[in-house]
């Protein structure tokens, strides 16, 4: 798989991760990143994005 796990800000070298660990489930679960939120589709956890950081 190509796809990164985190995203690398290269100004400030700040480490995001591009996925969301659900806490439900075991770890290494990751959630689906919608554009208003992130779900998980082992059990059904969804997380809304919170839209105060713009
Ligand atoms: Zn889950």
Do not use: L, W
């Amino acid at each position: 798989m190509a796809q990164k796990m985190y995203k690398v800000d290269s100004k400030t070298g700040k480490i995001t991760p591009t996925k969301r660990t659900c806490p439900r489930c075991e770890k290494g679960t990751y959630m689906a990143e919608h554009f208003d939120r992130f779900a998980c589709g082992r059990c059904g956890y969804t997380e809304f994005k919170r839209k105060d950081n713009k």
